[in-house]
């Protein structure tokens, strides 16, 4: 009688370990398969989209026509515009913002597309590096952005495999006073609504992007610092390491997505 | 960095009615808004748009507050002559902005 009693409490014990795990599943939905991937484009309201489809709508224009000036303008003590070294954008620009951040030797980490532009400034053109968020480093990244539209994301840099764990680990960690995870709404809640709001996929195909409650253009980084605020955590500086690997493992997230900077976003 | 965008077909029949879209780059401030140490944000907005065709106004608008940062206006007119089509943004602080552009109407 005891023996049987004891086999009973153990097959109880193996049935409640099998619905836990089973539940553990259901409740963290995994990583968006590939095929399930799509832009935040597909989810916005029609004249969002409108305004992004066109380039004379779309106010972040403004900014790749500035950006387009700098590119062009000469600048630091060695007297020297982006166009004297990297000659026509349209060539030598395109595709770079789709495996953007990249692998930087000399830094031994991914440095994202604003770090480039200021270390190019720095480094060869020997001028002082623009602020973040300042309107000439979204204006040109805005413009080196604009000349990969409508290219595929890829990061297939093997170096950069560390840094895409480092960034996967930040987007899956709970963090803040509400204890959140990046993951928690955006790989198992995204179609769904946080207030009237929908939530995306969180795919960072489109940056700079002009984002009407901001009233303005803004960068990833911007976008990174915001969400932590909603999730009353701390955020991380500009140009932290932990946001640029979060970039790193957004845009591998991304990977096959088409590029559409500038993009249009509520 | 002030900057206009202007999209006017450049050639019409006449008689067509066309559509004119213009976009200009400001902040358009509320003056509602206050600072981080908690100073008001003065305000700085475009106050008035006008459109001139071969000198003769055919539309302007008051702008107030609540219109979004970088106004897109857009509106529709009957082209009747070839010549110059003249925008004008004024604004607080002194904010002026001219633009002009060329239709061929046949």
New interface residues.
């Given amino acids: 009688m005891i023996v049987f009693a004891t086999r009973w409490w153990r097959y109880a014990l193996a049935a409640a370990l099998l619905i836990t795990a089973v539940a553990v599943v259901v409740i963290a939905r995994a990583e968006i398969p590939l095929s399930e991937r799509h832009s935040g484009y597909d989810d916005i309201g029609r004249d969002t989209k409108a305004m992004q489809d066109d380039d ?2 779309n ?1 972040a ?2 900014w790749v ?2 950006g387009e ?1 700098l590119w062009n303008t000469k600048a630091g003590a060695a007297g020297r515009a982006c166009a004297d070294c990297h000659g026509q954008a349209a060539d030598s620009m395109k595709g770079v913002a789709a495996r953007y951040p990249a692998y930087d030797a000399a830094r031994k980490g991914p440095v994202d597309l604003e770090q480039r532009i200021n270390i190019c400034r720095t480094d060869h053109q020997k001028a002082m590096p623009f602020k973040f968020e300042s ?1 000439e480093l979204l ?1 040109l990244a805005t413009y080196v952005g604009r000349q990969s539209r409508g290219m595929q994301i890829e990061n297939s840099d093997e170096r950069l495999k560390p840094f895409i764990e480092a960034g996967r680990k930040l987007f899956t960690q709970r963090q803040g006073q509400i204890n959140l995870s990046c993951a928690q709404c955006h790989d198992d809640n995204w179609g769904k609504h946080l207030a009237s709001s929908l939530i995306p996929q969180g795919h960072p195909t489109g940056y700079p992007i002009y984002r ?1 409650e901001w ?2 253009l803004g960068s990833l980084q911007r976008r990174l610092r915001n969400c932590m605020i909603g999730m009353r955590a701390e955020p991380y500086g500009y140009g932290a390491p932990e946001n640029v690997n979060m970039e790193v493992f957004l845009m591998w997230r991304a990977r096959g997505l088409k590029l559409e900077t500038p993009a249009v976003r509520p | ?1 002030a ?1 206009a ?1 202007i ?1 006017v077909p450049k050639a019409a029949k006449r008689g067509q009615v066309i559509e004119i ?1 213009t ?1 200009i ?1 400001h ?2 401030e509320t003056g509602f808004r206050h600072d981080d140490v908690g100073q008001p944000i003065p305000r700085d907005i475009i106050t008035d748009f006008v459109c001139t065709y071969n000198g003769e106004q055919i539309f302007r608008a008051d702008l107030y507050p609540a219109v ?3 106004p ?1 206006i857009t509106f529709f007119t009957v082209a009747t002559e070839s010549g110059t089509i003249a925008f004008e943004w004024n604004g607080d602080n002194g904010f002026h902005e001219t633009e002009s552009v060329q239709i061929m109407v046949e």
């Fill in positions: 004379m709508i106010p224009t403004l026509l500035d000036t309107k204006a009407l009233q303005s | 960095m900057r965008l999209n879209k976009l780059s902040i358009m979004a940062a970088n897109f």
